[in-house]
């Protein structure tokens, strides 16, 4: 077996702090970010140092699982690779190659630590969080204003439960005048949600685009508060009939779009697929209304409800598509067969 070298020392006090400095720096940035119009620069330096904190104080907290130091730079530097070699007998035994490396393991070995520790976290959330960050980085500094500020909301919960319940500390304690920052954000955040929410109720939403309505985000920031336009609601427009006026106004940033292709384009996200994979669409145009929120699966229009009168061939049972509706129940081929008999009759 290869000789170890000592693994890396690891100061989990330091650990802990430099995790609560990355996440003040990070409201700090995002403080700034908001100011005399919006500071881009500032606002990716906030997303890079929140994520950032919480990864640390997440890594701080395995270290608080075992007594000895040592064990706690093993959960936490990246471990050696392991190659199999012969026993001499037949068989192979599993041997490590090299050292523990200085790199620290990443948002997928935290995990599997929480998880073999029983440290209970919302994954679903950090791996948004995740996504969000790394979008950022590839978009233009400009967008990323409003998706900061959801970025901040979001991480509130998660970051305030984690504190109390796995580390056992008051969150205001540790992070001062940060903490009473990020509670405030997400009083606004929270409070402008609802106060669209309700606005939105005015605005006649079709009932089956009404989820997809709040996966919009504003095209000139990014953000997710977005207010029905007062114009399009003072002009007694509604969406379900008039989707090619009705504005959307971004509480963010003031941008005004149509909400309608913000809806459908955020349906088209979720339903997009690979034909190369083999993948299959499951979204189409509607044969009655034109727009694209037919689902095929569902054999319905989630826009304007529309159904298949025919959804199973009579003569087969295969089942029917939009385009087969005008040939009386009948799939293409018993249709095609049924036309042949009737000239040759």
Known sequence: ???????????A?????????????????????RHQGGDPARALSAIRNLFAGVLLLFKYKITTCVEDPADAAFLIFNPPEVLPRSDDAGGIQWVPVGNFKTTTIDVRTIQKRFEAFEIDIDWDVISKLQDCRNHLEHLHPAQTLGEVADFVAELFPVLRDFIQLELGESP???????WQLMLLHHKFFIDT?????????????????????????CLGCGSTLLAPAQESLDAGDTVDYDDDRFQTTCIACGHQALIAPLMIIALERAHSYDPRDG??????????CGRRTFLIHEQSCLWCTAELEYSEC?????SLTQEDQDSGGL????AHSYEK?????
């Open 341 to 345: 008999f009737m000239r040759e009759d």
């Open 13 to 33: 006090l330091k650990l802990r702090e430099n995790a609560l400095t990355s996440i003040r720096l990070g409201v700090e940035d995002f403080e700034r970010s």
């Open 314 to 318: 009579e003569i087969c049972e295969e």
């Open 193 to 217: 949600t609802q106060q669209c929410e309700e606005a939105w109720s005015e605005a006649c939403i079709p009932e089956g685009m009404e989820s997809w309505l709040n996966e919009c985000k």
């Open 172 to 178: 205001a304690a540790i992070l001062g005048d940060a």
């Open 279 to 288: 993948d299959e669409p499951s979204l189409e145009g509607c044969n009655q």
């Open 1 to 11: 077996m290869a000789r170890q070298r000592p693994t890396p020392m690891l100061d």
């Open 331 to 334: 799939c293409a081929y018993h």
